[in-house]
């Protein structure tokens, strides 16, 4: 099946420091790649959409300038959270789909676990 | 706001019963469904996808879909402890939803030895 990966998987830093969170996918070209971020015990919530050459589409409530999101690429998309706070500590979470007209899934990456302190 | 509701649960079986999860979701122009399986601090994983309405079944996993009355299920054969899990519901929103999925908050399913 598809694969697609996230790196890093776990990151613990001091409060100010920006973060980059990388995702890509393997063994396909992916035209749209999505963020999401989960809380403990809670569901998974869209941040934004990332197409590729284009400028990211954002969630209502998800401040852009503080998640900036670059996707160069066919097969990379990244993720930076800039002056990150430990508010921000959660699980990050990208997944990459063949594009918007098709029908099938989403793959997950494995998840980076951020812990801001 | 496109909505997907599942019942949080926990849903309890014992080993070796069906299990029954059901999801419904509120975008009538939604074609594609799928099934997620996400174990404690790990992300969801793919297991069953469907976009007519019937049954689809593999191996112990039977997803059904009901586009009229907007539901999803997903029954779980034979579960084992190994199918405890929170299973979340996908359902791909349309051409002005940017084709993203919306997924419900998920059903945490305790298979119990």
Redesign the interface.
Known sequence: GAVVSQHPSWVICKSGTSVKIECRSLDFQATTMFWYRQFPKQSLMLMATSNEGSKATYEQGVEKDKFLINHASLTLSTLTVTSAHPEDSSFYICSAGAGPYSNQPQHFGDGTRLSIL | QKEVEQNSGPLSVPEGAIASLNCTYSDRGS??F?W?RQYS??????IM?I?SNGDKEDGRFTAQLNKASQYVSLLIRDSQPSDSATY?C?V?GG?NS?????????TSLLVTP
């Open positions: 074609q594609s799928f997620y601090g790990k992300s969801p994983e793919l996808s976009y979340l996908a791909r051409r940017g084709y993203a999925l919306n997924f419900g908050k998920g």
